[in-house]
Nanobody, 126 residues
Framework: VQLQASGGGSVQAGGSLRLSCAAS????????IGWFRQAPGKEREFVAA????????YYADSVKGRSTINRDNAKNTVYLHMFILRPEDTAVYFC????????????????????WGQGTLVTVSS
């Protein structure tokens, strides 16, 4: 499966964005999808994930309560809505596909994911 992340941009603190992860391939609904981010000079870190059906979601503490992840398998797309953005949310955001349908302890680890999108930049100014 091929993934393409989009929706990034520049926003002021307190604003919101909706990131999209569009996938090609008929097996998209067989994958759990995760979002990660990487700030300059830092390691890539987990943000949120959603199971193949959309029935289970999981968020990093840093975005919990400020983000919502959902998916539309008919459109082969996963969305990450981010609210009350902070300057520390500035990063390149990546989506990735995990062939395990359900979320599991490895969901937060980058090496779990088989396919990655190219990333979309989010810049939050104070």
């Amino acid at each position: 499966v091929q993934l393409q992340a989009s929706g990034g941009g520049s926003v002021q603190a307190g604003g919101s964005l909706r990131l999209s992860c569009a996938a090609s391939g008929r097996t998209f609904s067989s994958y759990a999808i995760g979002w990660f981010r990487q700030a300059p000079g830092k390691e890539r870190e987990f943000v949120a994930a959603i199971s193949w059906s959309g029935g289970t979601t999981y968020y990093a503490d840093s975005v919990k309560g400020r983000s919502t992840i959902n998916r539309d398998n008919a459109k082969n797309t996963v969305y990450l809505h981010m609210f009350i953005l902070r300057p520390e949310d500035t990063a390149v955001y990546f989506c990735a596909a995990d062939p395990m349908k359900a979320l599991h302890p490895g969901t937060v680890v980058t090496s779990t994911y088989e396919y990655w999108g190219q990333g979309t930049l989010v810049t939050v100014s104070s």
